[in-house]
């Protein structure tokens, strides 16, 4: 008894640690001034960060690099993981390695590296390297998460696929695919926030006019000290609650048949 | 012309030494042949090469006379039944059973028909619905079953399709299986490490070891006469000792051991001569035990160091000259309670292999 209360004392407290940030924000930003404990109550900051098209076009913008990313990042890394559980190949630990390295190496570099040899170099436009950047970055999490969801996978389940007249690539669209979607799904939900919220990548790879919603906060940060980031900051977490629902509702429930 | 044959089959993983060393077998049609071995004597591979899962580094199958050895597994129209039923977890009974026919573009109408038909065949016309992970491991075993033999393959392939089962479901399963095979007239090869199995499903027998076929012959010949020490432990003799040969007589021995002098007969190839080392075995329940005084014949004397019931029959281990022995009487024959013994087993029941 004494123990589940010890533990039910820390489990509050870890809670309090973790969520208090939030509640702070969330309180700030109805407050008139960025204060704590604020002084009168307001929705204008919510308005205001909805109206201002710099935000809206910076949230479209980050929408559409982390899906379009995402689903890239999935079209190279399902595959790539399907390899490498299915026929662990010769060397499968040095590639499982590069897959991961753009989580070793700082994003500050890889970032600055892009700049450099896409945009400075390649003379790639800044939307494209912007996309390949995200890709880049999401990568290993998606390798990563659905090759563990591929090792719980019986693939002689596949063969049976086959044996039954489907070919390979029937075989992993009906059989192999339908039962790794909880960690693909998981795996798109992770990639999607990630690319959502990246700061270093983006700070090299946005440019005039093409920004995301990240870098423009805090750009509008730099200039301007008022409770309309914490508003903004706000909406972007519902917006990744809800982002993070409808996917598992939509994917997670029906099957890819 | 053999129905399916594979010549010379050698196969292997990676660059590591083959698996298979020339796999050379041929059914005719409607013959459910058995690959019988220990884990890991290369069944499983034989299988997984048959179905065309490995590619063979050499030898050829043929299936009808025609080269199949490059075509891909999902063009043979084999059907395959797993240990583990490998049933797609996603969809439902009649969904699994659905799939191959759905594969070969069959109408819709006809799908639902066959889809029923085999469900009732397998008496599961009213789980049809359900998910697999939903079904005990019986009905999961029917599914396989159904979904592999919907598809009307050429040739059933079973591997260990019985042993996730409870003992009495696995004995009406192989009554069966073995029904509904013959009944279909489908061509079968069945991989198991069961000899009950094996021996009561198979027309035909084939024991594997490290790769390589020891013997095949029906189950009632391999069971009387294994070629080799191998087979013969794998038959059930699970009694041996050694000797050396003192008089050769037709297909007959006089095996000298310890102190004794037996009459046995050859086994395996090639004859033996006076002098050869030997080793004999003999089937636990083909020897009879007795109080009485010596009998004429191989009587070995012994004394009873363990005795245990087992229902249907009773068990002894007897320590003799020999070592020891295991002795099996059925239940209901002359019991012995006397720790001095003597057992006397015919010539017929005792197999001189020459020493490898």
Not at chain 1, 19 to 40: E, N
Not at chain 1, 229 to 234: E, K, N, Q, R, T
Not at chain 1, 246 to 257: D, H, I, V
């Amino acid at each position: 008894m004494r123990r589940g209360r010890a533990l039910l004392v820390v489990a509050i407290l870890t809670y309090l640690f973790l969520l208090s940030p939030f509640v702070v924000i969330f309180v700030v930003s109805f407050g008139q001034t960025l204060a704590f404990p604020p002084s009168g109550l307001t929705i204008q900051w919510y308005e205001k960060a909805i109206s201002m098209r710099m935000f809206r076009d910076a949230f479209k913008v980050s929408l559409m690099v982390g899906l379009v990313a995402t689903l890239v990042a999935l079209l190279l890394g399902v595959p790539a993981a399907y390899a490498i559980v299915r026929y662990a190949p010769k060397g499968r630990q040095y590639m499982e390695f590069a897959f991961e390295s753009p989580i070793v190496v700082p994003a500050l570099v890889i970032g600055f590296a892009l700049l450099r040899f896409l945009v400075h170099v390649g003379d790639i436009p800044v939307l494209p390297a912007l996309l390949i950047g995200h890709t880049v970055i999401v990568i290993p999490y998606a390798v990563r998460v659905t090759a563990a969801s591929l090792r719980n996978f019986d693939f002689t389940v596949e063969e049976a696929a086959m044996s039954l007249g489907a070919p390979q690539w029937k075989a992993f669209l009906r059989v192999v695919l339908p039962n790794i979607r909880t960690g693909v799904l998981a795996a798109f939900i992770l990639g999607f926030t990630l690319s959502f919220n990246n700061v270093p990548i983006s700070l090299f790879l946005t440019g005039p006019g093409i920004t995301t919603l990240p870098i423009q906060m805090l750009s509008y940060m730099e200039y301007y000290y008022n409770p309309l980031i914490a508003a903004l900051s706000v909406l972007v977490i519902l917006f990744t609650v809800l982002v993070t629902q409808a996917a598992e509702r939509t994917l997670g429930l029906s099957k890819f048949m | 012309m053999s129905f399916l044959e594979t010549r010379g089959l050698v196969v292997g993983y990676g660059r590591a030494s083959p698996v298979l060393h020339g796999f050379t077998l041929s059914l005719d049609e409607g013959e459910l042949v058995s690959l019988l071995g220990p884990s890991g004597c290369g069944k499983t591979t034989a299988l997984r090469a048959i179905l065309g899962f490995i590619r063979p580094r050499e030898g050829r199958v043929l299936l009808k006379g025609d080269d199949i050895t490059n075509i891909p597994p999902y063009k043979r129209n084999f059907g395959v039944v797993y240990q583990s039923y490998a049933l797609f977890p996603h969809l439902t009974v009649a969904e699994n059973v659905a799939f191959g026919l759905r594969m070969r573009k069959v109408r819709k109408q006809e799908v639902a028909e066959r889809v029923n038909r085999w469900l009732g065949l397998v008496g599961l016309e009213d789980f049809a619905n359900r998910l697999p992970a939903q079904l005990s491991g019986g009905q999961r075993q029917r599914v396989a079953l159904a979904r592999a033999l919907a598809v009307e393959p050429a040739l059933l392939l079973l591997d260990e399709p019985l042993s996730n089962l409870d003992a009495k479901l696995r004995a009406t399963m192989r009554v069966e299986l073995r029904r509904i095979q013959k009944d279909l007239g489908i061509t079968a090869i069945y991989v198991t490490h069961d000899l009950v199995e094996a021996l009561s499903m198979s027309d035909r027998i084939a024991v594997l070891n490290e790769g390589r076929i020891q013997q095949i012959d029906t189950p009632p010949r391999l069971y009387r006469n294994p070629v080799n020490e191998f087979v013969a432990h794998f038959m059930g003799y699970d009694n041996s000792f050694p000797g050396r040969v003192a008089r050769v007589e037709g297909g007959g021995v006089e095996v000298m051991a310890g102190g004794l002098r037996l009459q046995a007969r050859m086994g395996g190839e090639g004859e033996l001569r006076v002098g050869d080392e030997v080793r004999v075995y003999f089937r636990p329940e083909r020897v009879e035990i007795s109080e009485g005084g010596p009998e004429a014949g191989n009587v070995i004397p012994g004394e009873v160091r363990f005795q245990s019931f087992q229902g249907h029959s009773l068990q002894y281990v007897v320590e003799t000259p020999l070592g020891e022995i295991t002795v099996v009487c059925s239940e209901g024959e002359a019991t012995v309670n006397a720790r001095s013994v003597n057992i006397r087993i015919d010539q017929n029941d005792l197999i001189a292999f020459r020493k490898e």
